[in-house]
Structure formats: structure tokens, C-alpha cells
């Protein structure tokens, strides 16, 4: 728990001689999925922060381990967790004595986090462990007795396309200590993902407390397979036709007319599908996004063919070259199934030569971690005279990861997509439109409106972008059809 800096002090019968206290053994079971337990054993200390006493990483499935300690008369607890966020799966940890407040086996039902308090001695403990108290709440915290007013919850969203009533849900957190007119960052999951799992694992609540920003996480609908998405036009996908950018910009108009946002800074960062669907926001809804960042995304063939932004988007991008998912060297013909798409490199040269960027180079990060078997390098591209701002961190040998969650450890992926939003501006001007020759010597060949979509080309009462087939585009204002 971020509340407490921890002071590493091991005290077991390795350090003793004899006991001189209570000596007792923990004695820590897993069940399936063991790996993802982990517990830290704290004693609480008035007036000052917590004490570290012992810990425990799973490593493996149907296992058992004591730890023997040694324990002063106090007051203690276990902040226990689970990685993936859905409670103990039947591991479960018990004490060789009975102690007040330790239950003959514990484990976490449910969740990522929890606690346990006890009691060694004759002694009276009111110790507080601060997180989500509301059961019903998507972050609740097994055994936390101080609400931190972090609770949140699904909340529903309507918005009508085409006559027809959506309902949608997301999830979203406004930290008390942001300040008036803070910028909202937009959180998207992967395929057959959710709104929860990323809140959980991407940390962007604890960002938002830190920094200052409000966080929303939208929940995808299902598609035909029972699988949460955002609609990028994936080929398996091709009976889909939910309207996924006009739910987010519906859904960032009502944030913004309901709480203190600043509508110049909305940001977009999403995993795997989610990384995807923050390319179609940068080809379609630029003037409301100033800043995207995809972990483990691409963009389709389809999107980048007719991506006409309305202005620059700040772009940055975290990919493992051994992703075995999204291909660090795209899949050009489609060998997967779900769709065309280019390389990385590709797709930033392509936003290179859209916004007119030149190269700053290329830095290789400190390898922090030595035992995740990938290392990162950064490569970066602006524009002096502009705002876009174009970044690859390129993780070599990482996978299909959000990095700082699993995968490669040198970075922490939100903190790196937070402070690339923060660095970066958007004077929300729109691209550069080359003069169009006379209609006479050219034809039409596409219309889409100021987001980049797709609209009739008699629309009247609207100012739409043209493509002519001599290669270039003219903005076009009807009266009348």
C-alpha cells in the first residue's frame, strides 16, 4: 500500500539465538495460480510509519512454506494481494498459535488486496488499514476499516445514435485533491478484457491521486462471441457495428459538462484492442484528444488508409518486439485473422510524414531489471516550429505486456503514458491543406467530416474535408445539399 515506507527487517530464529518474544511459524499455502499471491507482514507503530516484519512472493501451484518469527508483544497485520485480482483461488495462510484477530486459515475471497490484523500479546490494538470499505465496490479492500474515498463503481451512460438508445458503462475516478479544470485520461481495455481489470493493473488511480487528473475506464460492448471490444473493423468482427468514437465523444461531453475538467487536455491510452482504438481516436477525433498512447496496440490497414485527421494527435507507442499477439512486424496479409495491419515502424513513419516531424533520435533506457529479459529503447520525433510530438518505446525481447504490470520491469507503461501527456501541446489547428486544383481537372474521391468520418458529400450545413483524385484536399462548406 502506497500510505507506508517500508524499513526491511527480517526477525526470525535466524537472528536469535532464542526467542526472546513469541516465536511463531506462518505458515503460507498455495492453491492454483500460486504465483499471484503475495503478502508483506507489517507491526504497526504509534506515530510512526509501519515496520516491515516478513513477506511472501507464490511462485508455483500446490505448495507449502513456513516462515519461523519472532514477535515482540503489538500490534500487527498482513496486507495481503493478489495479482490478478480475483482473491486466493484456495491458498490461504495460517499460525502455529492461536493469536487475537488471526482466524485459523485466512485467505482473500476476492480481489486484488486485503488485510489482516492481529494481535501478539496483551495488548489493545486500533490499528487503521485505509482502502475501499463499500463490499459492492469494484476496489473494495477485504478487512480495510478507514474508507479512503477511493470506491468506484460501474455507472451508466445513454447516448442515442441513429434514434436508437445505448446503454453504456464505464467506470470513472475523480480524485478530491485534483484541482479545478483537470485533465481526464481516458483508460481502454483489451480484447475480452474490462473496465476493472485495467483500472487494477494499470495503477491510473494512484497516478490520478499523485498528479492530479480525473481517470475514466470504459467498458467495450460484447461482440457475437461473448467477448468485451472497441470497434476497430477487426475481420472476424465484420458484423459489428457499434459506433465506439461517438460513445467516447458523447461520453467526454458529459464528463465535461458534469465535473471540473480542462477540455483542452483529454488523453487516451488503452491495452492490446484498447491501444488499437487509440489509433482510430487520433484518425478521428483529434480535435478532442491531444495525446494518445497504445501499449501493445496497431493500427488497421483500413484506419490508416483513410486517416484524415482534423489536426496533430501527440502519439506514443509501447511495444515488445516479441509481442505473439499484436506483431512488432505487423501482419501486412492478414495471416491472423484479424485484419491487415502494418508494422510499427511503418506506423510511425506514417505519422512522420503526416504531422511533418523530423527525428530526435534514439536513447537505450538503464536495464533496471536484469531478470525480465527485455530492455528498452526510446525513439523520439517533433516538430520545432509545432506541437506533435511522436514517441516509440521499443522494448526488445518484451512481449505482449503492459510493462511495470508484468513483462518488462525498466518502466512503469501508465507513468510513462502520464508524463508524456503532461510534456505535451496541441494548438488543436488544423492540418496543413494544400490549395485544390479546379474541380474540373479532378474528381472526388472521399468525404468525411471534421472527426475523420466517413459522411455524404452533399451534407449540407457542414464543413466537411474532401479527397480529390489528384492527391490532394480541399475543406468544403454546404448551405443546401
Known sequence: MKWFQVLFC?????????????????????????????????????????????SFQGESDWTSSDQVLCLEDGCYFFSVADSWGDGWNGGAISSSLPLEGFPDTFTLDDGYAGYLAFEVGEVACDTNLPGCTEPDALN?????????????????????????????????????????????????????GSADDIMQYSGFNALADEFGFAVCYPQGTNDSYGNAFFNVG?????????????????????????????????????????????YLLACQASDVFQAVAPVAGMIMQDIMDACTPYSTTNILEIHGTEDDVT??????????????????????????????LVSEGTEELPNTDATDGSEVEVTAWSNEAACPQLE??????????????????????SLVAWEFFESTCNTNLPLSIEPALPSAQSTVQGTWDMLGRPCPANAAGQLVIE???????????????
Request: glycine share 10%.
Open 234 to 278: 477487426y475481420d472476424f468482427q465484420f458484423n459489428e457495428n457499434v459506433d465506439d468514437v461517438g460513445f467516447i465523444l458523447a461520453l467526454n461531453d458529459y464528463l465535461q459538462a458534469n465535473y471540473a475538467l480542462d477540455e483542452t487536455a483529454v488523453y487516451g491510452t488503452g491495452m492490446s484492442n484498447g491501444g488499437d482504438f487509440c
Open 327 to 356: 506483431y512488432y512486424d505487423g501482419d501486412p496479409t492478414n495471416q491472423d485473422g484479424w485484419g491487415a495491419y502494418p508494422s510499427i515502424p511503418e506506423t510511425m513513419d506514417f505519422f512522420v510524414d503526416l504531422f511533418g
Open 140 to 192: 473494495y479492500v477485504q478487512g480495510a476499516n478507514v474508507d479512503d474515498g477511493g470506491c468506484v463503481s460501474f455507472e451508466t451512460f445513454e447516448h442515442t445514435v441513429d434514434s436508437e438508445v445505448w446503454e453504456r458503462q464505464y467506470i470513472y475516478y475523480h480524485p478530491e485533491s485534483a484541482p479545478a479544470d483537470c485533465p481526464l485520461v481516458f483508460v481502454f481495455h483489451g480484447y475480452t
Open 10 to 54: 527480517f526477525v526470525s530464529l535466524q537472528s536469535y539465538a532464542q526467542c526472546e518474544f513469541t516465536e511463531v511459524s506462518i505458515q503460507t499455502s498455495t492453491a492454483q495460480w500460486g504465483y499471484e499471491i503475495s503478502w508483506e507482514l507489517f507491526r504497526a507503530l504509534d506515530g510512526s510509519e509501519p515496520l516491515l516484519i516478513a
Open 467 to 481: 479527397r480529390l483524385s489528384n492527391g490532394q484536399m480541399r475543406k468544403v462548406f454546404r448551405a443546401v445539399e
Open 392 to 413: 516509440l518505446y521499443k522494448v526488445i525481447g518484451g512481449g505482449h505486456d503492459w510493462p511495470g504490470a508484468w513483462g518488462n520491469m525498466d518502466i512503469d507503461a
